[in-house]
């Protein structure tokens, strides 16, 4: 009987260590398994961790990309703006320069005089009657010039008139001269603002010239 139940405990014991053995050994698989899953899991999230981060890297070079590209073209602007601005001041102040230039010459009684007889030989039709108004000169401050001014028209006024063009003093204009001669239906204004105009039609094109050349010249001196 004794011998019996030795044989059963023995029986029930190595039963026993089969089972742990088998637990073990399925444990060990576990963790083996919940290792490796563990390992892809990583590798998962480091992969994706990179692909975010060269998004972001792509993202915000496609961005500094667009900063700059703005940045230029806002610089491009401000640049061409600024030129324009100050070709447009340099034009308004070589207008004024050249109006007071011709507002001087037209107070120059030898430079009147001069247009006087050149209208009267080119602008005056061969036959025709004309006359020629000069601005009276009153209100300048310069009394000498208005006395020097008459005398050169009462000149004129004689000499000319035997060529049936008639000189006279006149308020319709303030200053420079008037051409006309009714019969050819010539009316022609010579004074500062007409004149001023026209000098400007035909200086101001070289003159943006002689800017825009300005403009593109380069600035450290160097000649080609």
């Known amino acids: 009987m004794a011998e019996n139940r030795h044989e059963t405990t023995t029986g029930v014991q190595q039963l026993v260590d089969r ?4 637990d073990a050994d399925e444990g060990a698989k576990e963790a083996d398994r919940l290792v490796a899953e563990a390992r892809r899991e990583a590798a998962r999230v480091l992969e994706q961790a990179e692909k975010d981060a060269a998004a972001l890297r792509d ?15 806002a610089l491009a602007l401000a640049v061409r703006d600024a030129l324009l601005e100050l070709r447009t001041e340099i034009e308004d102040r070589f207008a004024t320069r050249l109006e007071r230039l011709v507002a001087d010459r037209l107070e120059d009684v030898g430079f009147v ?3 006087i007889l050149a209208a009267a030989g080119r602008s005056v039709p061969e036959g025709a009657s004309a006359e020629i108004l000069v601005a009276s000169g009153e209100g300048s401050d310069d009394a000498s010039r208005v006395k020097e001014m008459d005398a050169m028209i009462r000149g004129l006024a004689g000499e000319m008139l035997r060529d049936g063009v008639a000189v006279k003093v006149s308020h319709e204009t303030a ?3 008037v051409i006309r001669a009714a019969e050819r239906g010539l009316d022609v204004q010579l ?3 007409s004149l001023t105009d026209l000098l400007s039609r035909n200086l101001l094109p070289r003159f943006r010239s002689l800017l825009s050349g300005a ?4 600035t450290d ?4």
Request: aromatic residues 0%; charged residues 35%; negative net charge.
């Open 221 to 224: 001196g160097s000649h080609e």
């Open 191 to 193: 004074d500062t603002e």
């Open 113 to 115: 005089e001069k247009m």
């Open 19 to 22: 089972l742990r053995q088998e």
């Open 215 to 218: 403009a593109h010249q380069p």
């Open 59 to 73: 993202e915000a070079n496609r961005a500094r990309s667009r900063t700059e590209a703005a940045a230029d073209q």
């Open 175 to 177: 200053s420079g001269i």
